[in-house]
């Protein structure tokens, strides 16, 4: 059984020098072309005097701009598309972590047909007793963990995906990112990890998902033999 939630993705900023550049030059040489045509439109004695004698470049050579640049901007975001990563997180609770033996997996892959490197990796959680914290990183998820009496390779497994990784392009290979036992599950109710990466483009997205509330909502839609598991783990681990 495969469990692919609802995750938000958004875009940061784009790149600066294909994207915010040639717009700017857009809409100045559009904004001389419209001068340039009210210029030209003017009664011969005022074209002669100030301010309207002013002029940078004739509206041919303003048209012609005006083109290539509008050009330029639409094939960039062909461009843009069609290199663009795409991350999608699959929840499995079949599958069993090769680190331990989980009762939920959460990996991502890059299905998109662009490179995706990663920026950054934050976390943010709420606990079963209503503890939060926002916007940490690896090393204070995992100290957090152990303060509760969770150890890395024991009761969970979580990948420590750092600055300039790169995720291939349209591949169906899964990064565990994360994997857990029952006791883990018992002390969160979410975990929303947010990974910041670029694409080809130089366009930098955010990509946040809950790797800890599907396994949750998987176990209120489990089967009767799964629930029974459930109440087994209950008795020994206190879930």
Same mark, same amino acid.
């Given at each position: 059984?495969?469990?692919?939630?609802?995750?938000?993705?958004?875009?940061?900023?784009?790149?600066?020098?294909?994207?915010?550049?040639?717009?700017?030059?857009?809409?100045?040489?559009?904004?001389?072309?419209?001068?340039?045509?009210?210029?030209?439109?003017?009664?011969?004695?005022?074209?002669?005097?100030?301010?309207?004698?002013?002029?940078?470049?004739?509206?041919?050579?303003?048209?012609?701009?005006?083109?290539?640049?509008?050009?330029?901007?639409?094939?960039?975001?062909?461009?843009?598309?069609?290199?663009?990563?795409?991350?999608?997180?699959?929840?499995?609770?079949?599958?069993?972590? &090769?680190? *331990?033996?989980?009762?939920?997996?959460?990996?991502?892959? %890059?299905? @998109? #047909? /662009?490179?995706?490197?990663?920026? !950054?990796?934050?976390?943010?959680?709420?606990?079963?007793?209503?503890?939060?914290?926002?916007?940490?990183?690896?090393?204070?998820?995992?100290?957090?963990?152990?303060? &509760?009496? *969770?150890?890395?390779?024991?009761?969970?497994?979580?990948? %420590?995906? @750092? #600055? /300039?990784?790169?995720?291939?392009? !349209?591949?169906?290979?899964?990064?565990?990112?994360?994997?857990?036992?029952?006791?883990?599950?018992?002390?969160?109710?979410?975990?929303?990890?947010?990974?910041?990466?670029?694409?080809?483009?130089?366009?930098?997205?955010?990509?946040?998902?809950?790797?800890?509330?599907?396994?949750?909502?998987?176990?209120?839609?489990?089967?009767?033999?799964?629930?029974?598991?459930?109440?087994?783990?209950?008795?020994?681990?206190?879930?």
């Amino acid at each position: 059984m495969n469990s692919r939630n609802t995750s938000s993705l958004k875009r940061i900023k784009r790149n600066f020098i294909n994207f915010a550049i040639p717009v700017s030059a857009l809409v100045l040489i559009v904004g001389n072309l419209v001068w340039e045509v009210v210029r030209r439109n003017l009664d011969p004695g005022l074209n002669t005097q100030w301010p309207w004698r002013f002029s940078v470049v004739d509206s041919t050579v303003s048209a012609n701009l005006v083109v290539l640049i509008a050009g330029f901007i639409i094939a960039r975001e062909q461009f843009a598309k069609s290199t663009s990563a795409a991350l999608v997180f699959v929840g499995d609770p079949a599958e069993r972590s &090769r680190y *331990l033996d989980s009762v939920w997996t959460e990996s991502v892959s %890059n299905r @998109g #047909p /662009g490179r995706c490197v990663v920026e !950054s990796v934050r976390y943010e959680y709420t606990t079963s007793d209503g503890r939060s914290q926002t916007a940490i990183g690896w090393l204070e998820v995992v100290e957090f963990f152990g303060k &509760r009496g *969770l150890r890395l390779g024991t009761h969970y497994h979580l990948a %420590n995906i @750092g #600055p /300039g990784v790169t995720l291939p392009a !349209s591949t169906e290979k899964c990064v565990a990112l994360i994997a857990y036992r029952w006791e883990l599950l018992r002390e969160l109710d979410s975990l929303v990890v947010t990974i910041r990466y670029s694409d080809a483009a130089g366009d930098v997205y955010e990509r946040t998902q809950d790797i800890i509330a599907p396994a949750h909502e998987w176990l209120r839609h489990a089967t009767p033999e799964r629930s029974r598991m459930r109440a087994l783990a209950r008795r020994f681990v206190g879930f």
